[in-house]
């Protein structure tokens, strides 16, 4: 990418009902492999990891309200966001939705995140925070 | 991966109403460069196909009807499926989806490729054939 705001895709992401019961197709039937866990209390999410090769894949379990249990109510389970790595969530916010407010908040990892408040093509953007030194690294 | 019928993820698919209305957007704003472009005549599908840096997006506008046509009436436009690799499609459906029929056609770059008819977690996922050789070179 030439004068792109972002460092690459940090994951997609899979709104599932019961991460417990979808998570053997993904690392038995797939043959992904786990990398690791967390939550997001402001999302209310249980975050799942998985190594698919060449990405990251993410399982996302809502367990309360919040913007993946509507996706799930609205759409049902299924792909449903991919997330961008860059180096300042406030500066891409200037760029690519300037004016409009957008929360921040601690996602897996205890990375910063933040949803794309406009949906350019109805696509689901996620930015996560992360050096250049830190993006390299994985 | 370990014993993954897979070796990694081709691309993500987005579906699109207008590809060169949206298609600026995605080079001029999100920065990512263009790599080329194809039809599906089984699908009936433009594709268009995008570096995001450490993966391949897929821009996919139907031109006709097909199952990226019914996607764009029953959601509207978004994040639509994710494509994985494999050495062979018949035998990762035999392994995926045994005793059911799933067409194969010819889409980008004239690779064969073919939709999973099983959507575990309502994940769509499709299937591009290509050797080790030429995903290494990739």
Same mark, same amino acid.
């Given at each position: 990418?030439?004068?792109?705001?972002?460092?690459?895709? %940090?994951?997609?992401?899979?709104? *599932?009902?019961? !991460?417990?019961?979808?998570? $053997?197709?993904?690392?038995?039937?797939?043959?992904?492999t786990f990398i690791g866990e967390g939550r997001n209390?402001?999302?209310?999410?249980?975050?799942?990891?998985? %190594?698919?090769?060449?990405?990251? *894949?993410?399982? !996302?379990?809502p367990?309360? $309200?919040?913007?993946?249990a509507t996706f799930l109510e609205e759409h049902g389970e299924g792909l449903n966001h991919v997330c961008f790595r860059v180096e300042s969530i406030p500066e891409t916010l200037a760029l690519l939705a300037?004016?409009?407010?957008?929360?921040?908040?601690?996602?897996?990892?205890?990375?910063?995140t933040c949803f794309l408040p406009n949906r350019p093509n109805g696509l689901i953007m996620e930015l996560v925070e992360m050096s250049e030194a830190e993006a390299a690294r994985d």
């Amino acid at each position: 990418m030439t004068a792109s705001p972002f460092s690459g895709i %940090d994951h997609v992401g899979i709104v *599932v009902r019961d !991460v417990d019961a979808s998570l $053997p197709y993904y690392l038995d039937t797939l043959g992904m492999t786990f990398i690791g866990e967390g939550r997001n209390v402001t999302a209310n999410v249980r975050l799942i990891y998985l %190594d698919a090769g060449n990405m990251t *894949v993410q399982l !996302v379990c809502p367990y309360g $309200p919040g913007p993946a249990a509507t996706f799930l109510e609205e759409h049902g389970e299924g792909l449903n966001h991919v997330c961008f790595r860059v180096e300042s969530i406030p500066e891409t916010l200037a760029l690519l939705a300037p004016g409009q407010d957008a929360p921040i908040s601690v996602g897996g990892f205890d990375k910063r995140t933040c949803f794309l408040p406009n949906r350019p093509n109805g696509l689901i953007m996620e930015l996560v925070e992360m050096s250049e030194a830190e993006a390299a690294r994985d």
